[in-house]
């Protein structure tokens, strides 16, 4: 089993910046692909970014220059993903959700609010 806690998110000023953290702990050598997913209110969850545990990085055309994700891998059989985001806007305000894929199977965390407003 893996586990899954984001943590980070919170009010901001449109033009700030914050740090997502997600902390994966269990079965980690068994976690391949992770990524940041995020859903506005009324809206269908998206893909922000995807990191695999090669490294290799894809972004949706939003986050593109503004945000950059990265992985911590297996230090004390924990791995922690990142996402800085920094140029806010009141678009990107969403609960963001970290995600793994396990094997054949994929692990959600609970979500973090960012809300991005004046």
């Known amino acids: 089993q893996v586990q899954l806690v984001e943590s980070g998110g919170g009010l901001v000023q449109p033009g700030g910046s914050l740090r997502l953290s997600c902390a994966a702990s269990?079965?980690?050598?068994?976690?391949?692909?992770m990524a940041w997913y995020r859903q506005a209110p009324g809206k269908e969850r998206e893909l922000v970014a995807t990191?695999?545990?090669?490294?290799?990085?894809?972004?949706?055309d939003s986050a593109k220059g503004r945000f950059t994700i990265s992985r911590d891998n297996a230090k004390n059989a924990k791995t922690t993903l990142y996402l800085q985001m920094n140029s806010l806007k009141p678009d990107d305000t969403a609960v963001y959700y970290c995600?793994?894929?396990?094997?054949?199977?994929?692990?959600w965390g609970q979500g973090t609010q960012v809300t991005v407003s004046s």
């Open positions: 995600h793994a894929r396990v094997g054949f199977s994929v692990v």
């Open positions: 269990g079965s980690i050598l068994r976690v391949t692909t």
């Open positions: 990191i695999t545990s090669g490294g290799g990085i894809n972004y949706a």
